[in-house]
């Protein structure tokens, strides 16, 4: 038995399965094993799931494995899987071949992530967030801490939670590990009841979304942390845009300005905004530029003032449809940017629009000499089966730039597939992937 894992008595301690890379040995997260009588489990953070069937101990059992990017050699009826035994307080290991670039690491946000070593007694030190489900994340520096924001936000305690952006804050250097099992300890803000909270109360119905958050000085050297937000209605339906700013007494974002109203048939503001995740880029003159968007498609100075300025807004000319080095062209979906100190480029990480073989699950990589580009070719570095993996972020402050591991993440959900099964835990939630940016198999996109 493990130690410290109390059971009740006349309970079974469960059987421990642990699925590794091949390549590695590394734990893999987000594989699912399936019984021939259709019983599910998932792996963990740590790769683990703990095997706890009565009705099998003993009993040799086949476990399908299935997971996005990785597999196991079908056998001569195209079965993928393995033969184990489960017996009580046991262990088996299994062995996936991963067949993608990117390495998954495992799930930052949510409920759970060490669920089933926990059943084990393993990882009890872990805290849980109090949270179950978080949309699209956004990350900046600030004032010494590393300022996350994410979107519409699940609750243990209702179907529906709150919608006007959760966050938190973390060190410097918050991730666990750059190999798996890995998390990050989030400090959320949360109310007097000591429960996560919205930190973007802007007046009028609906979510209020937040894009385009970074931090910018101002004339006189202060930090201002701010962002472009959104009320949605009717779902999907934006009537307002406006900025706002970070007030650290309050500890929530207020409203600067209104930019839009929507007054007709029109889907949103037009081009030129700040939206997006940011890059900021200092030219051969000298001076600084504040990116969106990747490909960019917007750009302003980048100081405080200018950001507030809609007069010194500019739109930068970009193709939203890329080059691949097999030839095809992709469309992008969502895209972000970033300087890399070790590949001395530009690099962007695309969410592919209307993939396969899922339509917005589709994950390429690519490097250009400017973040105006020109970019590519694009090489495919995630996949994800029926499943949609959107709003990809580059965790450049996640990892030593001297070095080649490049972290991305995105929201991995059913939403926006044909896929009516949600994955239990990991759905709408953020995931995380390594690249290694000296894998052989990246020199396709590498023009120098």
Not at 6 to 25: H, M, Q, S, Y
Not at 228 to 236: F, G, V
Request: hydrophobic share 35%.
């Amino acid at each position: 038995m493990a130690a410290g894992l109390a059971l009740p008595a006349g309970a079974r301690v469960p059987f421990k399965v642990t699925v590794i890379d091949k390549e590695n040995g590394w734990p893999v997260p987000l594989v699912r094993l399936t019984t021939t009588s259709d019983v599910e489990f998932y792996t963990d953070n740590a790769g683990v799931v703990a095997f706890d069937l009565p009705e099998f101990m003993g009993t040799e059992t086949w476990l399908h494995v299935f997971s996005h990017g990785y597999e196991v050699a079908a056998d001569g009826f195209g079965n993928r899987g393995q033969r184990v035994t489960p017996e009580p307080g046991g262990a088996a290991t299994i062995t996936i071949e991963r067949k993608q670039i990117a390495k998954r690491l495992g799930r930052l946000t949510g409920a759970g992530l060490f669920a089933e070593s926990q059943k084990l007694g393993e990882f009890e030190k872990w805290q849980e967030s109090g949270l179950t489900g978080q949309d699209t994340v956004q990350l900046t520096r600030y004032k010494d801490r590393l300022f996350w924001l994410w979107g519409d936000t699940n609750l243990p305690g209702y179907p529906l939670g709150f919608f006007d952006t959760s966050g938190a804050t973390t060190s410097l250097d918050p991730l666990i590990s750059l190999e798996p099992p890995t998390g990050i300890k989030y400090d959320y803000f949360r109310s007097k009841e000591g429960k996560p909270r919205g930190v973007a109360k802007m007046p009028g119905d609906g979510p209020t979304w937040l894009s385009g958050f970074v931090s910018l000085r101002d004339a006189r050297g202060r930090e201002h942390l701010v962002a472009t937000y959104a009320k949605i209605r009717n779902q999907l339906e934006p009537y307002e845009f406006g900025l706002v700013e970070w007030n650290d007494r309050a500890e929530n974002f207020e409203q600067v300005l209104v930019f839009w109203e929507k007054k007709g048939d029109e889907k949103g503001p037009p081009k030129p905004y700040p939206d997006g995740h940011p890059l900021i880029w200092k030219d051969k003159q000298g001076k600084e530029w504040l990116y969106f968007n990747g490909p960019a498609d917007f750009r302003c100075p980048a100081t405080y003032e200018a950001w507030k300025d809609r007069s010194t807004w500019e739109k930068v000319e970009s193709s939203r449809m890329l080059d691949t080095v097999d030839g095809e062209r992709i469309e992008v979906a969502s895209a972000s940017v970033a300087w890399n100190e070790y590949r001395r480029r530009w690099v962007m990480v695309v969410q592919q629009k209307f993939g396969k073989p899922s339509g917005f699950g589709e994950v390429w990589y690519l490097e250009g000499d400017s973040p105006e580009g020109p970019w590519g070719p694009a090489v495919k570095v995630a996949t994800h089966e029926n499943y949609t993996f959107y709003n990809v972020q580059i965790d450049w402050q996640l990892s030593d730039p001297k070095t080649p591991v490049l972290l991305f993440e995105g929201t991995y959900t059913h939403t926006f597939s044909s896929n009516p099964v949600k994955t239990p835990r990991y759905d709408y939630n953020q995931v995380l992937y390594r690249l290694d940016l000296d894998d052989p198999a990246l020199k396709k996109a590498q023009q120098n």
